[in-house]
């Protein structure tokens, strides 16, 4: 069996991938997908979690595994919103570089 | 009913009057734009002070236990509003409900020509006679401030009646700002009691010879409470050395000069001096103070009166001379009080304060007779009225006699009374006898400057082009009833009991043995005097040298130019420079001090206001480029913050998170 510290490493790491993607990448999609990288290192957190519920207590709690398909869907909703968003700033700027799209500033 | 318990009335006639005649519309106004309802306000206060004066010559009085208005409660104290009728009280009534209603009419001749301004006029001298009835019928000190900063106002603004004059504009202005010196004193004066006594009111100020003030206070405080109050008086009163604002109040109409700045409102100053009178009788110290100030600014004011060129300045000094002497008399009365049980000098003075009433509103009703009719103020100018304007001439004459003190004239007895009781008083204090030779060096200065004016106005030939008239009927009726009461008022000595027994019911608790003199005595007292006599003579003296100098031909009155008498005759027409002093005293201290705060304003409290605001706007300006609008950094940030507060939650706190 794989234990909890496996699951906690990989949503880590992914999470860890993620942040640096957000953090370094010029193209504003590339960012998109790394923030989708981390919800799934959080989607794992639970679900890892849940299914632990039963080796620390003998019974089962699906609430994890619950808030896991309600991350994924609203993940889903903020990806179109943010390609949607992404669209507009490509029409008015003509670039989704991020280092460009810094007028919102002092 | 008790009438005396309506005696609050007597300032709501006029007040109603001054509410009637400014908000009306014009065509309410009827006779002289408001005169009509200004001469039925004062007559309505006239008829009612009358009654009121009447009981308490029967002797019935109200002061403790009059019916009162609580005005403040505040946590353990109240301020009350109510009224104090005692004979002081009736004497003050007397004097404000007379002069003042003879005033109001006649200014419907004086003012005549003032065409729409006269509702202002009216209004404004309602005003003022109300609360000067308020401020005479005021049982507590805090009530009576109130009052004496009312009519300080109505002073101010009836001053500046011609405010577009620069000089009236700015007389104005220098009686308010001096009177207000005074004022200030006046307030410490009653606080410095409250904090002791925790009231302000007479009745418990005053009760049992004052026992519980006097058991509360310090002697010191007592001492330094009583001089301040005296020091509102020295501001109102216009003695020395804030007396120089009361000349410059000339400016004003002479109707206002002659209400507010001769019979009512200077006299204020004394009324409170006798008001304050069951304290300062604990106050030796004060006494003197009072009187010294008295005697100082008699003789001083005499002195400058004689170089007077303005008709009205002559009387204004002359006015500041008289309240010297009342108040004189009521410093050496203290000491009478407390020495010998006395109340003479006390009697003196309010007598006198009566008597000056009289006689000197009407000489600034003559002399408004005159200014009228010729159009100016300079005696210079004058000249040969007599003839032109018999009525005036004569009452004016009876005026003068009056203030000089010709027996059986009203100032004759009160003059008397006064400098016989500064006398008496030197018995305890040596003080009051050099007082008592400067009160006597100021009759003989009286009666010549007095005569000096009389001469140079209606005798000998006219020294300039007028086309003079005798005033309207409406004017001269005012100055006969005037001139009754200037030949008879002196005569109050003797009606009834006689005034000394009369206003002896003001003192209240003070212990005094009145002196058991049947009038006849009295009389036989002042006649038998040689000091009376020296006085005489000496007036006539004064009359007499006037005559030469100013009356007959052939006088060369350029020996005075030359010289040590010209000297001092430059001396007298710059006022002593007292007022030139006060002129350079504001121009390099105040105006100088001004400038320093200014400087400091400007540089010190600006500049660290200023300060902040541009050290924040350079903060702002240097930490606002952290705003870069690149969403990475920011994301950046809010992870390195993150993992800042995991590390310290994890391994820096003690016993993790």
Request: charged share 10%; proline share 3%; glycine share 10%.
């Amino acid at each position: 069996m794989i234990t909890i510290e496996y699951w906690l490493i990989l949503s880590s790491l992914l999470l860890a991938i993620g942040a640096y993607g957000v953090l370094t990448r010029k193209n504003a999609i590339v960012v998109l997908m790394s923030i989708e990288i981390m919800l799934n290192a959080a989607n794992i957190n639970l679900v890892a979690f849940s299914s632990f519920h039963v080796t620390l207590h003998g019974t089962r709690d699906p609430s994890g595994m619950v808030f896991a398909l309600f991350s994924i869907a609203i993940a889903a909703a903020e990806v179109a919103v943010g390609l949607a968003i992404l669209l507009s700033v490509y029409r008015r700027y003509k670039t989704i570089d991020v280092d460009k799209i810094n007028i919102l500033r002092w | 009913m008790n009438i005396l318990e309506w005696a609050w009335l007597i300032p709501v006639f006029p007040f109603l009057a001054f509410i009637l005649i400014s908000l009306l519309p014009k065509k309410g106004l009827w006779w002289e734009d408001g005169g009509g309802y200004a001469i039925a306000g004062a007559g309505g206060a006239l008829a009612l002070s009358v009654w009121v004066i009447w009981e308490v010559l029967n002797g019935h009085t109200l002061t403790v236990g009059a019916p009162t208005f609580d005005w403040l409660v505040i946590a353990g104290f109240k301020i009350t509003f109510g009224i104090w009728i005692d004979q002081l009280t009736a004497v003050m009534l007397l004097v404000v409900s007379i002069v003042g209603t003879l005033v109001v009419v006649y200014s419907g001749g004086y003012m005549h020509e003032e065409a729409e301004r006269r509702r202002r006029y009216y209004a404004e001298i309602m005003l003022f006679i109300s609360v000067m009835y308020g401020l005479v019928i005021a049982s507590n000190y805090l009530e009576m401030f109130i009052f004496w900063e009312l009519v300080g106002l109505c002073s101010y603004l009836l001053i500046g009646f011609w405010y577009e004059r620069p000089a009236a504009a700015s007389a104005a202005k220098r009686a308010f700002i001096v009177t207000r010196v005074g004022d200030i004193m006046f307030m410490a004066g009653i606080i410095i009691i409250f904090k002791y006594v925790g009231s302000f009111d007479f009745g418990t100020l005053f009760a049992n010879n004052a026992a519980a003030t006097t058991a509360a206070m310090p002697k010191d405080m007592l001492t330094l409470a009583t001089a301040l109050i005296f020091g509102g008086a020295i501001g109102k009163s216009a003695q020395f050395p804030l007396h120089e604002w009361l000349p410059d109040a000339m400016e004003g109409p002479t109707t206002v000069s002659a209400l507010i700045h001769a019979a009512t409102m200077v006299k204020a100053g004394v009324y409170l001096t006798a008001r304050t009178y069951p304290l300062l009788i604990h106050s030796p110290e004060s006494l003197l103070f009072v009187g010294i100030i008295g005697g100082i600014t008699a003789l001083l004011a005499a002195t400058v009166a004689l170089a007077a060129n303005d008709i009205k300045r002559v009387l204004a000094y002359s006015t500041i001379s008289q309240l010297g002497y009342m108040i004189l008399g009521l410093g050496a009365g203290g000491y009478l009080v407390i020495h010998g049980g006395s109340e003479a000098g006390y009697a003196a003075a309010t007598f006198h304060l009566m008597n000056h009433a009289f006689f000197k509103a009407l000489l600034f009703l003559c002399a408004g007779s005159v200014i009228h009719s010729v159009g100016t103020n300079d005696m210079r100018l004058m000249g040969g009225l007599g003839r032109k304007m018999p009525i005036t001439s004569i009452t004016m004459l009876v005026g003068a006699l009056a203030i000089a003190g010709i027996p059986p004239l009203s100032g004759f007895w009160s003059k008397d009374e006064v400098l016989s009781a500064v006398y008496g008083a030197g018995e305890f204090h040596f003080t009051f006898f050099i007082l008592w030779a400067m009160g006597v060096a100021t009759a003989f200065l009286t009666a010549f400057y007095m005569f000096r004016m009389w001469f140079l106005t209606f005798s000998g030939s006219a020294r300039s082009e007028y086309h003079a008239h005798e005033s309207p009927k409406i004017m001269t009726v005012p100055l006969m009833i005037l001139t009754a009461l200037a030949l008879t008022s002196g005569a109050a000595l003797f009606i009834g009991a006689g005034f000394k027994a009369f206003i002896l019911g003001s003192l209240g608790s003070i212990p005094v043995e009145p002196e058991t003199e049947t009038l006849g005595e009295i009389a036989s007292a002042v006649f038998t005097s040689p000091f009376t006599y020296l006085v005489l003579g000496l007036v006539i003296v004064g009359i007499l040298s006037a005559y030469r100098i100013y009356y007959m031909h052939g006088f060369n009155r350029t020996i005075f130019a030359a010289g040590i008498p010209g000297k001092f005759q430059k001396a007298l027409e710059n006022r002593w420079y007292i007022s030139k002093f006060y002129d350079d005293f504001a121009l390099v201290v105040v105006y100088g001090f001004s400038k320093l705060a200014d400087l400091f304003d400007r540089y010190v409290i600006d500049g660290v206001v200023n300060g902040v605001a541009y050290l924040g706007a350079r903060t702002g300006g240097v930490i606002r480029k952290a705003q870069s609008g690149n969403v990475q950094r920011y994301a950046s940030i809010v992870i390195i913050g993150i993992v800042i507060i995991l590390f310290f939650l994890l391994y820096v706190l003690p016993g993790g998170a």
